[in-house]
C-alpha cells in the first residue's frame, strides 16, 4: 500500500503561511494526493485533493512535485482555528483511506 | 447543509456487553465508511458499504459486524466488547462517482465515544 511521511508537528505563527510537506515516493500514477485535517475531539475533515496540477480552494493551496513523489499543503494565513491534524492521504484499493501519522500544527497567537 | 449523523455520541458499556453504533449519511450518498481512533491514534479503516453491499474491508476485528439498509444508514455492531474497544467510533459518507473513481470525499460525523469498563 502506499504511504505517506509526514513530520510529527510543526509550529506557526498566526497570521503567517504554513507549509506542511508529505513524502509520498511510492505513489501510482492514478493515486489523488488527498488532505484532511482533524480538529481537537471532532471527525476529519475534507481540506484539499489533487492529482497532478497544484490546486487551490477557499481553505489552502496544494503544491504536488513534477514527479508527484512529494506534495506540500499551504495555509496562507494561518489562524486559531487552523491548530489540527493534518492527514496527507493516497487511496488504496477501493476506497479506504490509510491515515498515516499527520502533522500536528501548533499556532502561535 | 446535512451533516453525518451518529448515534450515540457516547456510550458506556462493561467487559464482554455487546454495543450498537449508528450512522446515517448525508442524504444521497451512497456509501458509508467506519473507522476506528484509539486515544491518541490515527483513524483505522474498519469497513466500508456501497449500495448496501460490502464494499472494502480494513483491519475490522471478528467480533465486529456491520450492515448498511435500505435507508443508507447503518450499523456496527460490536459484541464480547474488551477494552481496548474504548475508542471513538467515525462513519463516513460519500457519493461515490461512476466509474469507481479514485476521488471521493469523505464526509465525517461527529464520532462515537465508547468506553468499556
Known amino acids: 500500500d502506499a504511504k505517506t511521511t509526514q513530520p510529527n508537528s510543526m509550529e506557526s505563527n498566526e497570521e503567517e503561511p504554513v507549509h506542511l510537506p508529505c513524502n509520498h515516493s511510492t505513489i501510482s500514477g492514478t493515486d489523488y494526493i488527498h488532505w484532511y485535517r482533524q480538529l481537537p475531539s471532532q471527525g476529519p475533515e475534507y481540506v484539499i485533493h489533487g492529482l497532478t496540477s497544484n490546486v487551490n480552494n477557499r481553505m489552502a493551496s496544494l503544491a504536488i512535485a513534477e514527479d508527484r513523489k512529494s506534495s506540500t499543503l499551504i495555509l496562507h494565513r494561518a489562524t486559531l482555528r487552523d491548530a489540527a491534524v493534518y492527514y496527507c492521504i493516497l487511496k488504496y484499493t477501493g476506497n479506504q483511506f490509510y491515515f498515516g501519522t499527520g502533522t500536528s500544527l501548533t499556532v502561535i497567537p | 447543509a446535512a451533516g453525518v449523523i451518529q448515534s450515540p455520541r457516547h456510550l458506556i458499556k462493561e467487559k464482554r456487553e455487546t454495543a450498537t453504533l449508528k450512522c446515517y449519511p448525508i442524504p444521497r450518498h451512497d456509501t458509508v465508511y467506519w473507522y476506528q481512533q484509539g486515544p491518541g491514534q490515527d483513524p483505522q479503516f474498519l469497513i466500508s458499504?456501497?449500495?448496501?453491499?460490502?464494499?472494502d474491508k480494513g483491519s475490522i476485528p471478528d467480533r465486529f459486524s456491520a450492515q448498511q439498509f435500505s435507508d443508507y444508514h447503518s450499523e456496527l455492531n460490536m459484541s464480547s466488547l474488551e477494552l481496548g474497544d474504548s475508542a471513538l467510533y467515525f462513519c463516513?459518507?460519500?457519493?461515490?462517482?461512476?466509474?469507481?473513481?479514485?476521488?471521493?470525499?469523505?464526509?465525517f460525523g461527529p464520532g462515537t465515544r465508547l468506553t468499556v469498563l
Open positions: 458499504f456501497y449500495e448496501k453491499m460490502q464494499s
Open positions: 463516513a459518507s460519500s457519493l461515490l462517482l461512476a466509474g469507481g473513481s479514485s476521488y471521493n470525499e469523505q464526509f
